[in-house]
C-alpha cells in the first residue's frame, strides 16, 4: 500500500474511533447448519485481522444510530463475520483499493440479543430522539408493517454487511444521497428522486464492487449485502460482539 494511502487510514482511524479486535481465522471446516448452535462462534473471523485495510465505524457500539444508546450485545467496536464472508470481503476491498477507496463498515454479523432490543425499543412509541436523523418522514408505529424492524436478521446468520466507500483523494465518505440506516425511500438503491448523477453513480461504484465479490444486494437499503452462497442460511447466533468471540477458535 502506498504512503498516501496509509496516511490517510491512519488519519480515518484517529477521527472514527476504529475498532482494533483481532482474531485468527478458524481452520477447522463448516459445520451443517442444521447442527450449529446460536452461540458457536468457531466459523468467525474480525474483519480487522481478515480484512485490514477496512474502516470500522460499528455505529451500534455508539449512540449515534435511530434507538440513540448502545445496543446490547455490541460489547466492543468490532466487525465479526463468517470466515467465508470475510474472504469475499476481502477480495471487494482489494477490488474498492484499486480505484481510489476503503471499504467503511458500519455493522456486520449481528447477535439475536441486539434484534431484541431493536424490538423492545420500537414497541416503545413514546421514544424518538433520533426521529427527525433517521426516521423524519415515518410515524414510529409503521416501522413493524414496513419491515424496516422484525424479529430476525439476516445480519445474524453471520455472512451481512452494511458498509460505504471511503475515498483516499479526497479524504472523505463518497456521497451516497442518503445516511446509513435512513428509513425511508431514498434509502432504496434504485430510488433515484433527487438524487444527483454523481450521488447514483456513487451507490452503483459500490454495489458493483460487492455484487462482483459474490454478494446480493438488498432492494431496500444501498449499504446493505449478504454473501450470495452464505454458509449458515438458517442459524440465527447469537453470542456478544467482542475479540473474545473469535479469539483461541481451534
Same mark, same amino acid.
Given at each position: 500500500?502506498?504512503?498516501?494511502?496509509?496516511?490517510?487510514?491512519?488519519?480515518?482511524?484517529?477521527a472514527?474511533?476504529?475498532?482494533?479486535c483481532?482474531?485468527?481465522?478458524?481452520?477447522?471446516?463448516s459445520?451443517?447448519d442444521?447442527?450449529?448452535?446460536?452461540?458457536?462462534?468457531?466459523?468467525?473471523?474480525?474483519?480487522?485481522?481478515?480484512?485490514?485495510?477496512?474502516?470500522?465505524?460499528?455505529?451500534?457500539?455508539?449512540?449515534?444510530?435511530?434507538?440513540?444508546?448502545?445496543?446490547?450485545?455490541?460489547?466492543?467496536?468490532?466487525?465479526?463475520?463468517?470466515?467465508?464472508?470475510?474472504?469475499?470481503?476481502?477480495?471487494?476491498?482489494?477490488?474498492?483499493?484499486?480505484?481510489?477507496?476503503?471499504?467503511?463498515?458500519?455493522?456486520?454479523?449481528?447477535?439475536?440479543?441486539?434484534?431484541?432490543?431493536?424490538?423492545?425499543?420500537?414497541?416503545?412509541? $413514546?421514544? !424518538?430522539?433520533?426521529?427527525?436523523?433517521?426516521?423524519?418522514? @415515518? *410515524?414510529?408505529?409503521?416501522? &413493524? %408493517?414496513?419491515?424496516?424492524?422484525?424479529?430476525?436478521?439476516?445480519h445474524?446468520?453471520?455472512?451481512?454487511? $452494511?458498509? !460505504?466507500?471511503?475515498?483516499?483523494?479526497?479524504?472523505?465518505? @463518497? *456521497?451516497?444521497?442518503?445516511? &446509513? %440506516?435512513?428509513?425511508?425511500?431514498?434509502?432504496?438503491?434504485?430510488?433515484?428522486?433527487d438524487?444527483?448523477?454523481?450521488?447514483?453513480?456513487?451507490?452503483?461504484?459500490?454495489?458493483?464492487?460487492?455484487v462482483?465479490?459474490?454478494?446480493?444486494?438488498?432492494?431496500?437499503?444501498?449499504?446493505?449485502?449478504?454473501?450470495?452462497?452464505?454458509?449458515?442460511?438458517?442459524?440465527?447466533?447469537?453470542?456478544?460482539?467482542?475479540?473474545?468471540?473469535v479469539?483461541?477458535?481451534?
Open positions: 500500500m502506498s504512503k498516501k494511502t496509509t496516511k490517510l487510514l491512519a488519519a480515518a482511524a484517529a472514527l474511533m476504529l475498532a482494533s483481532a482474531s485468527q481465522p478458524s481452520d477447522s471446516a459445520s451443517p442444521s447442527s450449529v448452535s446460536p452461540g458457536d462462534s468457531s466459523d468467525f473471523v474480525s474483519l480487522a485481522e481478515a480484512v485490514p485495510d477496512v474502516i470500522l465505524e460499528i455505529r451500534y457500539y455508539s449512540t449515534y444510530n435511530f434507538v440513540g444508546d448502545r445496543i446490547d450485545g455490541y460489547e466492543e467496536p468490532c466487525a465479526l463475520m463468517t470466515k467465508e464472508a470475510a474472504q469475499a470481503l476481502k477480495g471487494a476491498a482489494d477490488d474498492a483499493e484499486e480505484q481510489g477507496y476503503v471499504l467503511k463498515i458500519y455493522d456486520a454479523y449481528r447477535p439475536q440479543t441486539a434484534v431484541n432490543n431493536f424490538i423492545e425499543w420500537a414497541e416503545d412509541t $413514546d421514544d !424518538t430522539k433520533m426521529k427527525e436523523y433517521f426516521y423524519p418522514e @415515518l *410515524d414510529k408505529s409503521v416501522l &413493524f %408493517d414496513q419491515g424496516y424492524i422484525a424479529d430476525k436478521s439476516g445474524s446468520r453471520g455472512s451481512t454487511v $452494511d458498509l !460505504t466507500l471511503f475515498d483516499m483523494d479526497t479524504g472523505k465518505d @463518497l *456521497d451516497m444521497g442518503g445516511t &446509513f %440506516d435512513y428509513f425511508g425511500e431514498r434509502s432504496h438503491p434504485d430510488y433515484t428522486g438524487l444527483t448523477p454523481e450521488q447514483i453513480n456513487n451507490r452503483n461504484i459500490l454495489r458493483d464492487i460487492m462482483e465479490n459474490g454478494f446480493k444486494p438488498l432492494d431496500t437499503e444501498w449499504w446493505h449485502f449478504t454473501l450470495e452462497n452464505e454458509p449458515y442460511p438458517s442459524t440465527y447466533f447469537d453470542f456478544p460482539v467482542n475479540s473474545d468471540s479469539q483461541n477458535m481451534e
